[in-house]
């Protein structure tokens, strides 16, 4: 596993006494440290270069951009309640996104890559910055793929938040599919129902699966087993990013789920697993939410060492609720969904 990170991601300042606290960042990189001390094969890379802003500029507005650059240059500024830029929150989001994007060249080499980083990025959309987002870097990460010559992309996002923002940059793109788990009804930010498939060419390339608070992990299995499996093996996807969230871990204040730090390996275990069935490359991780620091620690530590298992989880689809209606609902777009 390759780590891309840079120390400037610790000097973005959400507001007071925010969650998405600059202690996050230590935390991370002791989940990488303990994946190391467990034997797991890591190479810290040198520090990132911070993405250039045409990076950001290929998937926000330009007029959005320069909100965030003038916010940032001014001192800080809230853009919703949640959700504040400081001093160095632009520095910060260049190198965030300069991580992303090189992760995927890390694993477009043929290297599990993790971009190690704050702040989060899936809710921020192509035009507003919101729920603790301020650049969407899963979605830079995958832009440059597509850039990078890679025809399919796939960005699984199992971060106990629907990514909008994420949906909302690729919703018409054919070529990137957006496959999300997350705590669905009213919980933040309010989306990713299972009918919201995509649009105009993009139908069918976003695949959304809300559960129910307390959602264990044995919930998850079906719709990795049952949704995420069978689309991502007909998609058949160059590359793979996944937008890490530890925001579902049992422990974490935020989430309502129930999620064991193991559970974390055991998906990055099954999604290398699909990666190299359908030979795309290994799998590019990029850093979402996670508000418990030792959850977070353990559950990036766990990942890790789940990416490198040669052993993906045995999980059948039994027919769970959530996952069947996923399946209904997509039925139209993808033929593995109307087998079995
Ligand atoms: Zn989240």
């Known amino acids: 596993m390759r780590v891309y990170t ?4 610790e000097l973005h300042i959400n507001g007071n006494s925010h969650v998405e606290t600059p202690e996050r960042y230590p935390a991370m ?15 810290t890379a040198a520090p990132v270069a911070p993405a250039p802003e045409s990076a950001l500029l290929a998937v926000h507005e330009a007029e959005y951009v320069e909100a965030l650059k003038e916010a940032s240059a001014s001192g800080g500024g809230y853009f919703d309640p949640d959700t504040a830029a400081g001093k160095r929150s632009w520095e910060a989001g260049l190198l965030a996104s300069g991580a992303a994007a090189s992760a995927v060249d890390g694993a477009m080499e043929g290297e599990a890559s993790f971009a190690v980083i704050r702040p989060p990025g899936h809710h921020a959309t192509r ?10 870097h899963a979605a830079v990460a995958a832009r440059h793929a597509r850039n990078m010559g890679a025809d399919r992309v796939a960005v699984l996002d199992w971060d106990v938040h629907h990514g909008n923002g994420t949906q909302d940059i690729f ?29 105009g060419e993009g139908r069918g390339a976003t695949v959304n699966v809300p ?36 925001d579902a871990h049992r422990r974490d204040p935020l989430g309502g789920m129930r999620l064991e730090t193991e559970s974390f390996g055991r998906f ?17 991780l990029v850093m979402e939410g996670g508000y418990d620091l030792d959850a977070l620690a353990d559950s990036v530590a766990a990942t890790i060492q789940g990416a490198e298992s040669a052993d993906a989880p045995d999980w059948k689809y039994s027919g769970a609720r959530a996952a069947r209606d996923a399946r ?10 109307r087998e079995g």
């Open 29 to 43: 990189l002791e989940g990488v440290e303990k994946a190391k001390r467990r034997g797991a094969n890591v190479e």
């Open 171 to 199: 919703y018409a793109d054919p070529n990137v599919l957006y496959l999300s788990v997350h705590r669905g009804g009213a919980f933040y930010p309010g989306t990713g129902y299972t009918d919201e498939v995509g649009e």
């Open 328 to 337: 209904e609902a997509l039925s139209p777009y993808w033929d593995s969904l």
């Open 211 to 246: 559960l129910a608070a307390r959602a264990e992990e044995k919930d998850y299995a079906a719709v990795f087993s049952g949704v995420f499996g069978p689309v991502l093996r007909e998609f058949s996807p160059e590359v793979i990013v996944v937008s890490a969230g530890y």
């Open 127 to 136: 035009s507003r910055a919101m729920g603790f987002c301020l650049v969407n």
């Open 6 to 9: 840079h120390p400037g991601c």
């Open 268 to 284: 990055a275990a099954f999604l290398s697993s699909v990666a190299e069935d359908v030979g795309a490359a290994p799998l590019a």
